[in-house]
């Protein structure tokens, strides 16, 4: 379904043509259709210097303008376990783009492309070394030309991207990236630009406690020759203050936060394997209701597990309430635990509300379809998959409220 | 999937850098078990390596990449832990430790692909004739 927007305007009579808008960018334009109308008569416009000035009408139709979503996470890029979810959850697998660059970051689907802002280095490696500077340093990165593209193929422009290799360090030759329904900015800094932070429809920052970080890490590289717990440890400490003070401050303009902590369930525990997952919902976001749970804006803590559903050790706990974070409103639902079985997953899922499903059962069908996918026992496998559904249920929204848009031709 | 893992305490995140080193020596016990534990886990997967290698890697470019990315890791693990050894602090450290996590992603990252297929798959589909396409005898 095509969406078209009039744009009316005068026309100098000292111009003596119609100027085009400009092809700056490599690809295709949205059809634009042009409509030159001279006013018939000597009518008096008092707006004007009082000639009739001819005007013409710009037609643009879009087809449903991009959506653009930022995630914000320190796990690389377009391959983490959040990104397939959601991906999942519009239908479709995202795939490396077919016949390029066999290194590229970026990832295509049917509806979404996501597209590693790890692109927009403007220090390579070499050139990072030379600086002094981490790749977690502003300074690393384009901020001019993440803005320019994300803003170009937000109009429906497509944009030749560079791309940065994480292998070589280099930036190699740039690839088309041609404008999807939903684009989604994923890596260090989609929320620190204030102007990127402007296009965004929805953005999600993804804060992983040290703990649980450390953890992860070692699970990622334990199997790694050169690597050893020493190493581990100084890599992450030594990327600590960078990350702090560069990377940690957008939480505060992130819609939705996704906070992952150690258990509380488990005294003493420090396994890392049962995780407390935090939902911190900000409140007042077009297109986003918050999920609640039994009563929205009350204060509810709910241990689903007892007479009608058995958990095993060491079972499930959830809140719910309303919170303040960083000077804003929100809605904060929380999970401890981990689950085991199927049923416990769909009773849970009974219960939340706002939780943007098509059909009863759709968490619980989108979890199960990924259960080889790390966290899917648990509140982090829980809540991507809820985002994923948000993220649907807004760009909907979008889409019905732009074509809702009254298309006016002037006289 | 993995077995469990003991952690050093929590309170190593409380201390100054300066006092890590100390840590270590404290939580000797249990950092010797976590060692201990990789140790099994890079045998058990050198083993696995290999044998996934035979169905995940079928072109030599990605064997070559496999072997590149393993090499980067150790060499820029061991400059670091150099270029730390003077000053901490210093933005050579940062840097160098940054590397390390740039290529241990790479490395997670080709892992993750591998599993699916080999990433050279479509390009060798358009070149086969090259170096990199060449199959991959184990």
């Not at chain 1, 619980?364 to 259960?371: E, G, N, R």
Request: hydrophobic residues 35%.
């Amino acid at each position: 379904m095509a969406i078209c927007t009039v744009y009316t305007t005068q026309l100098n009579p000292t111009c003596s043509s119609i100027s085009k808008p400009s092809k700056s960018h490599l690809g295709f334009h949205q059809r634009q259709v042009v409509l030159y109308k001279r006013n018939s008569t000597n009518t008096y416009r008092p707006r004007s210097s009082g000639f009739s000035r001819p005007s013409y009408s710009i037609i643009t139709c879009a087809a449903d303008q991009t959506v653009v979503i930022g995630l914000a996470a320190d796990s690389g890029c377009g391959k983490s376990t959040f990104m397939r979810r959601l991906t999942s959850v519009f239908g479709g697998a995202a795939e490396p783009p077919r016949g390029g660059n066999p290194d590229s970051n970026t990832l295509i689907s049917d509806t979404t492309t996501v597209i590693c802002l790890d692109d927009y280095h403007s220090l390579d490696r070499t050139g990072r070394k030379e600086k002094g500077v981490t790749a977690l340093d502003p300074r690393a990165n384009n901020f001019d030309l993440m803005y320019e593209q994300v803003k170009t193929i937000k109009e429906g422009v497509a944009v030749e991207k560079p791309i940065y290799n994480h292998v070589t360090g280099l930036l190699d030759p740039p690839e088309l990236i041609k404008p999807p329904k939903i684009l989604v900015i994923e890596g260090l800094h989609p929320m620190y630009d204030e102007r990127v932070r402007d296009l965004l429809d929805f953005s999600i920052y993804l804060d992983i406690s040290n703990e649980v970080k450390f953890a992860w890490k070692i699970q990622r590289d334990m199997a790694e020759r050169g690597h050893s717990l020493e190493s581990i440890k100084a890599s992450i400490e030594a990327r600590k203050p960078d990350f702090d003070a560069y990377i940690d401050p957008q939480k505060q303009y992130a819609d939705a936060v996704i906070e992952v902590l150690p258990t509380q369930l488990i005294p003493d525990d420090n396994e890392g394997k049962v995780l407390r997952v935090k939902l911190i919902m900000k409140e007042g976001v077009q297109y986003f209701s918050p999920v609640y749970l039994f009563d929205e804006g009350s204060t509810i803590s709910w241990i689903p597990c007892g007479r009608k559903l058995t958990c095993s050790y060491p079972g499930i706990k959830f809140t719910y309430g309303p919170d303040s974070y960083y000077g804003h409103e929100v809605s904060v639902l929380e999970m401890d635990g981990q689950f085991d079985r199927l049923d416990e997953l769909i009773y849970v899922e009974s219960h939340l509300s706002n939780i943007s499903t098509k059909f009863y059962g759709e968490v619980t069908q989108q979890m199960l379809k990924h259960s080889d996918f790390p966290g899917s026992n648990n509140g982090t496998g829980l809540f991507q998959t809820i985002i994923g559904l948000k993220i649907r249920d807004l760009y909907e929204q979008i889409v019905a409220s732009r074509s809702q848009t009254p298309v006016e031709a002037k006289a | 999937m993995m077995g469990s893992l003991a952690l050093g305490s929590v309170s190593f995140w409380g201390s100054s850098r300066s006092v890590i080193k100390r840590d270590y020596d404290h939580d000797h016990g249990q950092d010797q078990k976590m060692k201990m534990k990789m140790m099994m886990m890079k045998k058990r997967s050198r083993v696995g390596m290999a044998v996934a290698m035979a169905g995940g890697a079928k072109f030599k470019g990605t064997q070559m990449r496999e072997k590149q990315l393993n090499e980067m890791i150790e060499k820029k693990v061991k400059e670091a832990t150099e270029v730390c050894g003077g000053d901490e602090k210093s933005a050579e450290c940062k840097v160098a430790w940054d590397e390390v996590e740039e290529i241990s992603q790479a490395k997670a990252d080709f892992r993750l692909k591998l599993q699916k297929e080999d990433p050279l798959e479509s390009f060798c589909q358009e070149h086969p004739e090259t170096d990199e396409c060449r199959l991959y005898d184990n």
